[in-house]
């Protein structure tokens, strides 16, 4: 055995904690980067689901990627305050964005094609809004409430 000073085995010792340390800093990070990796490989297979599900109810590539670029500006554009036309336009597609999300949720929930399902949400809308311009509100909020189904 090799005889070391006190002071040298002290500074061993400072040398091998601190290695231990980055070491431990470079595992804590590695695990996140892991973490990161298996979050984004969860989401992009969810994702390739989805499409599957849409592709085998009848939506084209081509209408997925319109509704994917609706949906990517409706992102970007959350707050604004309606004073011009511009904004009003804006608005529009806002909506337009919040009503294919629901058909497509609705439609992959239901396993059902998102055209048929489109006409379905629509004559609902509809009939609604006719309900409140004949100034029945009470009689739409009832409907809007059970859920009234309509034949058109």
């Known amino acids: 055995m090799e005889s070391i000073s ?9 040398e091998e904690i601190r290695d ?5 800093k470079q595992q804590d990070r590695l695990q996140k980067q892991i973490f990161m990796s298996n979050m984004i490989m969860t989401t992009r297979q969810q994702a390739l689901v989805s499409l599957n599900r849409l592709q085998t109810l009848g939506v084209t590539d081509m209408e997925i990627k319109n ?20 904004e009003a336009f804006e608005l529009i597609k806002y ?3 919040k009503a294919v999300r629901n058909i497509l949720t609705e439609a ?14 629509s004559k609902q809308v ?11 509100i009470n009689v739409a909020r009832e409907a809007f409430e059970r859920s009234d189904k309509i034949s058109v």
């Open 67 to 86: 509704m994917a670029q609706l949906m990517t500006f409706d992102s970007m554009s959350k707050d604004w305050k309606h004073n011009n036309e511009r």
């Open 126 to 136: 509809v009939y609604r809004v006719m309900l409140l311009r004949k100034g029945t």
């Open 95 to 97: 909506k337009i964005v």
């Open 108 to 121: 992959v929930v239901r396993q059902e094609n998102p055209r048929t399902l489109a006409v379905e949400m």
């Open 6 to 14: 006190r002071g040298a085995a002290a500074y061993k010792v400072i």
């Open 20 to 24: 231990y340390s980055q070491l431990r």
